[in-house]
């Protein structure tokens, strides 16, 4: 799903599980769209106090790989869409890439930079084939650039893909094969990637399925022993499925299989998995924990797919809120992270070996004000003014924790005035003029907060090293590179079984 390019993505876990060594390692999608990012060096901190070993970025930014270098921690960072043209254009534009957004980082900041992801999610069928002809030569210079740099055997390519590059005619995972439009160029992809001792990357998201399908089955979007009551499994010859994560995957391993490659030897990491938490009635705190935490004992436990007993290299998504995504398709596009926008902990996770969730620490805030409707204006009861001015905040701020499913749902009009009003203020920095609305702001030191519904208090970036995504670029032949997160990626509807 591309959220991207939220994200750097964030959540996504991969637990590598090594009996040997007992050695567990976390990884995540690091997402920036957001008005008020952590500052990058305790994002780091962050990771590292929680156990993430590995991290992928949906675009070189420039804050997050320096404040990477020589933390341990291994980075797959990612080519935006916007640019495969550029780079499938000319192997000078991938070799320039490469040099600005890879070697130096590498040779100057110690960046431990282990893949490079070419693209994010281009065909996706939203995407009207607009990528098709350029992601597959973009991946070939994109490689060929790391082999002249000498990164060639270090720094692998891959492409993360949406799960709907393969499909199943009758819902079961057996009959899965990639998808007939795109399967001439997935063969040549995989071929290449495993030529190149290289990952394939997909990315599987059974909360999309559940959403997008009032009839699917709701239990068989969780993994069996989370606490529910079990789904009625799905029965694909002598394979009992009881989860759409695994009958997705196999989907996958099938069409690997009929197209003559063998899944248990193919390198295979799924890029995003995750579960949001507001924007919508499926996306609750209580569903996304029971999600990642059984994603998180199965990959604990190193347990594959009853198709491929290999567990894959699986990253979360995502691990911070992105204030500024798009939302489309929902709003809970905003809502995916396993930490808050500030990095607080919004549900308890075991992460194995008797490690628990930790808070970002050192992160550091405005004043504690929050603007509401005054009390006046609430008295005179004047809606229209108050919903006009609300529009307005919302047009301009993240208001996506309002309206039925959110966490602010239970909200009368004047406190959903208030809430609105707030995250306007927060958004511009509690400056002179950010809580007039007409006179009907007022500014608080008492926390509005009630029940689920939290009034947040915005990041001081003014105190803080700021992470800002860089502008796009197009110039192939510019002497430095600058790119940004690609645009979030709308997610197919009408996914049953195998997505």
């Known amino acids: 799903m591309g959220r991207h390019d939220t994200y750097f993505f964030c959540l996504s876990i991969l637990l590598l599980h090594n009996t040997l060594t007992n050695v567990d390692a976390l990884a995540c999608n690091w997402g920036t769209q957001a008005s008020h990012p952590i500052p990058p060096n305790i994002v780091v901190k962050l990771l590292r106090d929680n156990g993430f070993n590995k991290v ?17 921690i291994q980075v797959m960072v990612g080519i935006p869409n916007d640019l495969l043209a550029t780079m499938a254009s000319t192997v000078t534009a991938a070799e320039l890439w490469v040099q600005q957004n890879v070697s130096q980082y590498i040779s100057k900041y110690g960046t431990d930079i282990r893949h490079v992801a070419v693209g994010n999610e281009p065909f996706l069928k939203t995407y009207k084939d607009r990528f098709v002809h350029s992601t597959y030569p973009a991946l070939q210079n994109v490689q060929a650039a790391l082999v002249k740099a000498g990164l060639g055997r270090k720094v692998k390519v891959t492409v993360p893909l949406n799960a709907d590059v393969y499909e199943s005619g009758d819902g079961l995972p057996s009959s899965g094969d990639f998808r007939s439009d795109i399967k001439t160029l997935m063969v040549s992809i995989v071929r290449f990637l495993a030529d190149s001792v290289s990952p394939i990357t997909f990315n599987i998201y059974p909360f999309l399925s559940l959403n997008a399908d009032p009839n699917f089955p709701r239990e068989y979007a969780f993994f069996p022993g989370g606490g529910g009551g079990g789904a009625k499994p799905v029965v694909d010859g002598s394979i009992s499925y009881t989860n759409v994560f695994d009958a997705n995957f196999d989907t996958l391993v099938s069409a690997l299989e009929k197209n003559g490659f063998d899944a248990n030897k193919v390198e295979i990491i799924v890029g995003e998995v995750g579960w949001p938490t507001d924007g919508d009635v499926n996306a609750t705190p209580a569903m996304a924990q029971r999600f990642n935490q059984g994603l998180l004992n199965r990959i604990v436990k190193g347990q594959g797919t009853p ?3 290999t567990a894959p290299e699986v990253y979360i998504f995502s691990l911070v809120d992105e204030d500024v995504k798009s939302v489309d398709p929902g709003k809970f596009e905003r809502h995916w992270g396993i930490f808050s926008y500030d990095g607080a902990v919004k549900y308890p996770l075991s992460l194995g070996n008797g490690r628990q969730l930790v808070p970002a620490k050192g992160v550091r805030y405005q004043a504690r004000e929050w603007c509401v409707l005054s009390p006046q ?3 005179g009861n004047n809606g229209g003014a108050w919903t006009s001015s609300a529009d307005y905040a919302c047009q301009l701020a993240d208001c996506t924790s309002l309206g039925p499913g959110s966490s602010c749902a239970a909200l009368d009009p004047a406190a959903n005035a208030s809430y609105a009003f707030n995250m306007y203020f927060q958004k511009m920095d509690h400056r002179r003029g950010s809580c007039v609305f007409d006179n009907l702001g007022f500014v608080t030191k008492v926390d509005p907060s009630r029940g689920s519904c939290r009034f947040p208090i915005e990041i001081d970036t003014s105190r803080h090293e700021t992470l800002h995504p860089p502008p796009r670029s197009s110039g192939a032949m510019e002497m430095k590179w600058r790119t940004v ?6 997610m197919v509807a009408g996914w049953v079984v195998f997505n």
Request: proline content about 3%.
């Open 377 to 379: 204006a609430a008295a």
């Open 56 to 72: 992928k970025l949906f675009e070189a930014d420039p804050g997050a790989l320096r404040a990477l270098g020589k933390s341990g």
């Open 485 to 490: 997160a690609a645009a979030a990626a709308a």
């Open 307 to 309: 198709r491929r007993k």
